[in-house]
C-alpha cells in the first residue's frame, strides 16, 4: 500500500512537471486554467519577449499541445 | 445452364462488392466497439511515467516516446519492454519534451516540441540523424519511402501542411485554412494521409474534419460538434482557444476515418467519430479512458492512453 502510494505521488509530482516543462517553465500556478496560466507566463518571459513572432510560435505550440494532452477540465 | 448464368453473376457481383469494400472504407459499418487484448504500465509499475507518442512496425512492436522519462521505448508484441533509449538534454538522440512519433520501414521517426526538425532512430533505437525543418512541428505522419508529412505552426502565416523528403526538403505543401474560426492558433492540427496520398486534417479548435489531396485542393470538410464558433480566453490580449474540437486522425487498414473528439465532444477526449473516405459519419464508439491521441496499426488494433498517460492500451477493433 506504501508502495502504491509513493507511485501515486510520484506520478502526480510527474505530471505537474510534465506540464511546467509544456512551456519551459521551472514552476506554474492554478489561478486560472493551467494551460493559459502558462501561456501567461511564456509570454512574460523575457527571452520571449525579445523575439515575438518567435515567442508566439514557442509558446503557442506549447500550449496546443497542453490542451491537447493535459486539459484538466477533460 | 439459365441457373449457372445467374449463379456466376451473383458470385461475380459478391466478389466486386467486396473488393469495393475492402478497398475503399465502405460504409457497411454500423456500429465499432473495442475488446481491450493488452495493457502496458501502470501504478504499480515503472514502465511508461507519461506517454505521448506511439508508433508500431509489421513485426507487431510498439515503440512509445514517454517524456517525464525523457526516452524512447521499444515493447514486444507481449508488452514486455525490450529497450529503453534517450536521456534529458539537447544532444543526439536526446530529448527535453518529446511528442510525436511515427514508424515507416527500418525507421522511427520522433519530435520534440521545441526543436526544427526530426529526430530518426532504426528499429533498434540508434540515433541516426536528425532531418531538419524550419518550423515547429504539430503533427507528423511517416509516408514511407522516406517522406514525411508534417503539420507545422507558422510565424507570421497561418500552419500548413508539408510533405518532406529524407533530407527535409520540402516537395510539397499546402494551407488548409479558410474555414470558420480563423485566428492563433485556430490551425493547430492533426494529420492522417491515406493510401491514394490524401490527407485528413483533423482540427483541434476548429469543428472540422477536412480531406485534402497532396496538390491542396480540398474535397470536403465536416463538422460533427455543432460548434460555430468556439470559446476564448483572453491571455496578455490574445483571444486563444479555450476548448478542444478534435485531438486526432486515423486510418483503419481498409480506409475507414478515425477522429477523436476533444472536450466539446459528449464524453470529452474519449468519443471516436469513424467516417468512410468521403466524410459519411459510419458509427461512433467511446473509449473507456480520456486519450490526447488515436494510433491504429495495419491489423487494424487501436491504441489509446489511459491513467492519465501512465498506462497505454491495445484494442482489437470489431465491426458490426
Redesign the interface.
Known amino acids: 500500500m506504501r508502495a502504491l502510494n509513493r507511485k501515486i505521488g510520484k506520478a502526480t509530482a510527474a505530471g505537474l512537471i510534465f506540464l511546467s516543462l509544456f512551456l519551459g517553465f521551472q514552476a506554474f500556478t492554478l489561478r486560472g486554467g493551467p494551460c493559459e496560466e502558462a501561456l501567461g507566463r511564456c509570454f512574460d518571459d523575457v527571452f520571449i519577449q525579445a523575439f515575438a513572432s518567435f515567442g508566439i510560435v514557442y509558446c503557442g505550440i506549447g500550449f496546443a499541445f497542453c490542451k491537447k494532452y493535459i486539459d484538466p477540465a477533460e | 445452364m439459365n441457373m449457372r448464368r445467374i449463379f456466376m453473376g451473383f458470385l461475380f457481383a459478391a466478389l466486386v462488392f467486396g473488393q469495393a469494400h475492402a478497398a475503399g472504407g465502405g460504409g457497411a459499418i454500423r456500429k465499432v466497439s473495442l475488446e481491450e487484448v493488452l495493457s502496458i504500465g501502470g501504478?504499480?509499475d515503472q514502465k511508461l511515467?507519461?506517454w505521448?507518442g506511439v508508433a508500431t512496425d509489421g513485426a507487431g512492436n510498439i515503440y512509445i516516446l514517454d517524456?517525464?522519462d525523457y526516452s524512447l521505448k521499444k515493447f514486444g508484441p507481449d508488452g514486455r519492454l525490450l529497450k529503453k533509449a534517450g536521456r534529458k538534454g539537447q544532444g543526439p538522440g536526446e530529448f527535453?519534451?518529446p511528442?510525436l512519433l511515427a514508424c515507416s520501414g527500418e525507421r522511427l521517426y520522433a519530435t520534440d516540441?521545441?526543436v526544427f526538425g526530426i529526430y530518426v532512430f532504426d528499429r533498434e533505437l540508434r540515433f541516426l540523424e536528425k532531418i531538419p525543418c524550419p518550423?515547429?512541428i504539430?503533427a507528423l505522419a511517416a509516408l514511407g519511402d522516406g517522406r514525411l508529412a508534417v503539420a507545422v505552426?507558422?510565424?507570421?502565416s497561418p500552419g500548413k501542411v508539408m510533405v518532406l523528403d529524407a533530407d527535409g526538403r520540402e516537395l510539397s505543401a499546402f494551407v488548409p485554412a479558410g474555414g470558420p474560426g480563423q485566428g492563433?492558433?485556430m490551425d493547430?492540427m492533426s494529420l492522417a494521409q491515406d493510401k491514394d496520398g490524401q490527407f485528413y486534417v483533423a482540427f483541434?479548435?476548429r469543428d472540422s474534419v477536412e480531406k485534402w489531396t497532396r496538390e491542396g485542393n480540398r474535397l470536403w470538410s465536416k463538422a460533427f460538434l455543432g460548434q460555430k464558433k468556439i470559446a476564448t480566453?483572453e491571455?496578455?490580449s490574445?483571444a486563444?482557444?479555450?476548448e478542444?474540437c478534435f485531438?486526432d486522425v486515423a486510418l483503419d487498414a481498409s480506409g475507414h476515418v478515425f477522429v477523436l473528439g476533444?472536450?466539446l465532444s459528449k464524453h470529452?477526449?474519449r468519443d471516436v467519430y469513424v467516417l468512410d473516405k468521403y466524410g459519411a459519419l459510419l458509427a461512433t464508439f467511446t473509449l473507456p479512458d480520456?486519450s490526447?491521441c488515436l494510433h491504429i496499426d495495419s491489423r487494424n488494433y487501436l491504441y489509446a492512453r489511459a491513467n492519465?498517460?501512465?498506462t497505454l492500451k491495445k484494442y482489437r477493433i470489431i465491426y458490426d
Open positions: 501504478l504499480e511515467f507519461q505521448t517524456a517525464m527535453m519534451a511528442r516540441q521545441n518550423s515547429l504539430l505552426m507558422g510565424m507570421a492563433i492558433l493547430s483541434l479548435f480566453t491571455v496578455q490574445l486563444l482557444p479555450s478542444t485531438k476533444g472536450k470529452p477526449s480520456p490526447h492519465d498517460g501512465i
